[in-house]
């Protein structure tokens, strides 16, 4: 069974500074995705990035960048130029593909990361 | 342009008590399924379906029942309440095919005394 894991329980950073979010994850598929969600304080789930175990590139939105590295199992999360509405539990998850028998089986989550972005 | 759309939003049961959260989507998703979370926990899958009247267990999925009669809906059915069932439950569905985005609800918080 794959597994997700976010070393870092709470963050702080300094409003318009960079922070970074580990994860690591565990799985011995080819065809999977990789998610970052953010949960603000009101329970809302929503994604901020992902990224196609096939592609090399890392993904990019906006201020929010990936830093993908497949071999290490790696995937972590970088927020530039951090404002307030950043603040929120950030949620790593990862997603067997279809190629390897998933897709519908729902997505596998770390226990989260809190950011705090200090004005 | 609802989305995924679960009621109640909150809701307090004494141990014993059954109850159905409901969840509806309008999107035509295929694939739906629920989650719970807990604090310091993160997200886990409790039960998930492909489709209508194909449903399958996740990690978390004793004390839960699901059916799917219809591609719209999934309900969650608490048989008989237990306070360890005191969570934050979410409904999530997405499209069948490749790179997909799971959609979520807004989350249901239940509180078994």
């Known amino acids: 069974a794959q597994t997700v894991t976010q070393s870092q329980p709470e963050m702080s950073v300094q409003e318009a500074e960079t922070v970074t979010l580990s994860c690591t994850y565990d799985t011995s598929e080819s065809d999977y995705y990789l998610f970052w969600y953010k949960q603000p304080p009101s329970r809302q789930m929503i994604l901020v990035i992902r990224?196609?175990?096939?592609?090399?590139q890392n993904a990019t939105e906006n201020r929010f960048s990936v830093n993908f590295q497949k071999a290490a199992k790696s995937f972590s999360l970088k927020i530039s130029d951090s404002q307030l509405g950043d603040a929120a539990m950030y949620f790593c998850?990862?997603?067997?593909?279809?190629?390897?028998?998933?897709?519908?089986?729902?997505?596998?989550f770390g226990k989260g990361t809190h950011l705090i972005i200090q004005p | 342009n609802a989305g995924v759309t679960q009621t109640p939003k909150f809701q307090v049961l004494k141990t014993g008590q059954s109850m159905t959260l409901q969840c509806a989507q309008d999107m035509n998703h295929e694939y739906m399924s629920w989650y719970r979370q807990d604090p310091g926990m993160g997200l886990r899958l409790i039960h998930y379906s492909v489709g209508a009247g194909i449903t399958d267990q996740g990690e978390v999925p004793n004390g839960y029942n699901v059916s799917r009669s219809t591609t719209e809906d999934f309900p969650l059915r608490l048989l008989s309440a237990a306070p360890s069932q005191t969570s934050v439950y979410f409904c999530?569905?997405?499209?069948?095919?490749?790179?997909?985005?799971?959609?979520f609800g807004q989350g249901t918080r239940l509180t078994v005394v």
């Open positions: 998850a990862y997603r067997r593909g279809m190629y390897s028998g998933g897709g519908a089986d729902g997505l596998t």
């Open positions: 999530a569905s997405s499209r069948r095919g490749r790179n997909t985005e799971a959609f």
């Open positions: 990224q196609e175990a096939y592609k090399q």
